[in-house]
């Protein structure tokens, strides 16, 4: 069975010719309108809303770059490059076991920071790209789950600088609601 399609174009709608043939080659035509559907495109924050999220993302920043340093240094002895409690040579196996716990702390820590860096990171990309500020679930298809949608509210990014998800999504995701 073959089918041939006939496209003509009008302002907002398009007509659609189909002809279809049957095994006895008679043909048979059916006119059908389709409207073209555009896709809005959705506008993030302004330049200044931008430009103060920056400056707050770079702030942050630096404040975990000044962490992780304390972080290094306190797990490393920045003249020989070693653990700082590995030299101890008049330590006992329970001090020794402490300071292992507290390495791992600290190490914890780092990675909690490093993974946190890489967040602002991320919303730093977003905010050239000219996405930041836009719930990612919300972005297609705006769910209109709050009054800002698909807009995250400004408080939250205020709050939580690297949002990526408008509260409702959030709590979606996590099955909090």
Sequence with gaps: MAKKTAVKAKSKTKTVKKVSRTKASSVKT???????????AIKGYGVRDLEFFKKLILEK??????????LKESMMDVTTG???????????????GTDAMEREKTFLFASREGKFLNYLDDA??????GTYGICLDCMDTPKEL????????KERLEAVPHAQL?????KLKKGMM
Excluded: D, F, G
């Design 146 to 153: 709050c009054k800002t949608c698909p807009l995250i509210p």
């Design 61 to 70: 920043r630096k404040e975990i770059l000044e962490e992780l340093m304390i």
């Design 166 to 170: 408008c509260v409702e999504c959030k």
């Design 30 to 40: 059916k006119k059908v309108a389709v409207k073209l559907v555009k896709k809005k």
């Design 124 to 129: 730093l990309r977003r905010i050239e790209k």
């Design 82 to 96: 070693e653990y700082a409690s590995e030299n101890s040579t008049y330590s006992t196996h329970m001090e020794q």
